[in-house]
């Protein structure tokens, strides 16, 4: 079955109250969406990096008071798992989806691309859309957008990159989740799949 994209109904499972109630609808509706969505793009990416990229779904295993604000699936090039090292993510807040390239705090990259980001920022200003985001913090849904990203903003990223031991960073698109794009499945992957190119050369510059 064709990929369906995301509804309404998938992002309000952010507003049901209670870790149990808003798991057993994760599980039940969105967890299969996010799970065909890494089986239909790990060969894209696969290609597009040149090397084997697994899917890895969000499970929040290790939660058991507070429920999740968010959710995703990860493509990284290790088959156990994807938080040590540079990966691609789409996820969604109750706000909206999003599509970008990580390095979590438990990645040692964060340095290399720290340094890579100080040596091509000029590249990178002029490459990525202004209208894709930069965050330091993978759990918070705000971000400050490429436009608004001046060399004092690239320079204190990464210089906490380099000093601070939970320092991450993440760069995309934000799909607000009202768009009807969320909604055609065909439509949806061609987003993703372009985006994921624009990203690549972040994740060539993490390694």
């Keep these: 079955m064709p990929f369906q994209g995301f509804t309404a109904e ?11 109630p808003r798991m057993e609808a994760l599980i039940a509706g969105v967890r299969p969406k996010l799970n065909e969505l890494g089986e239909e793009l790990a060969p894209f990416l696969s290609i597009l990096t040149g090397e084997e990229m697994f899917p890895h779904v969000a499970k929040h295993a290790r939660r058991t008071v507070h429920a999740p604000n968010d959710t995703w699936v990860a493509w990284g090039p290790n088959k156990r798992g994807y938080k040590a090292l540079p990966h691609f993510q789409a996820g969604m807040f109750h706000s909206h989806l999003f599509i970008v390239f990580a390095i979590i705090y438990e990645s040692s990259n964060k340095v290399i691309f720290a340094e890579a980001l100080s040596r091509h920022l000029g590249d990178v200003q002029a490459e990525l859309p202004a209208g ?3 965050s330091t913090d993978h759990l918070d849904p705000r971000g400050t957008a490429q436009a608004d ?3 004092s903003a690239f ?6 990159l380099k ?6 960073v993440t760069c995309g698109l934000r799909i607000d989740r009202d768009d009807p794009v969320l909604a055609d499945g065909d439509k949806l992957l061609n987003v993703i799949r372009q985006t994921f190119e624009t990203l690549l050369p972040l994740y060539r510059m993490s390694f």
Excluded at 155 to 160: C, P, V
Excluded at 163 to 168: G, H, P, S
């Design 132 to 134: 894709y985001f930069w």
């Design 149 to 151: 990203m001046d060399k």
């Design 163 to 168: 000093e601070v031991k939970k320092a991450e």
């Design 155 to 160: 320079a204190g990223l990464s210089r906490r």
């Design 10 to 20: 998938d992002f309000d499972v952010f507003h049901i109250d209670g870790l149990e």
